[in-house]
């Protein structure tokens, strides 16, 4: 599983066109970022520090096709990037994030 973190009003445009086109972040880098589980927690810390109103993806990469691709990013380890929009039909689970946990925190409780 790979994972994607947006916000609560991304994930329900997205689940009304059936596809996530990426946040003003993805679009303007030309790819949507996305984690791996080893990965999430620090991406959550460093990108999504004192945000509220998150959710959390979980996707299948094998739904992705030669769209994803592993790229080299923080500290040359190689994350996830995907050239196409995010289909619906990709994200096994969505889980909204509590409000009053940080981020980094309720991801790491998500992932046990």
């Not at 991304?10 to 086109?21: K, M, N, P, Q």
């Not at 993806?57 to 995907?82: I, Q, T």
């Not at 689970?93 to 925190?105: G, K, N, Q, R, S």
């Amino acid at each position: 599983m790979i994972y994607k973190l947006l916000t609560g009003t991304e994930w329900d445009a997205a689940r009304a066109a059936g596809h996530f086109a990426g946040s003003a972040v993805d679009r303007q880098d030309g790819f949507i970022h996305l984690s791996a589980a080893g990965q999430l927690v620090e991406t959550a810390r460093r990108h999504f520090a004192g945000a509220t109103g998150l959710t959390l993806l979980a996707v299948d990469p094998a739904a992705l096709g030669a769209a994803l691709r592993w790229e080299p990013s923080r500290g040359g380890e190689l994350f996830p990037h995907l050239y196409a929009a995010l289909p619906v039909a990709a994200v096994v689970e969505a889980h909204a994030l509590p409000a009053d946990v940080p981020a980094a925190d309720a991801v790491a409780r998500l992932l046990g």
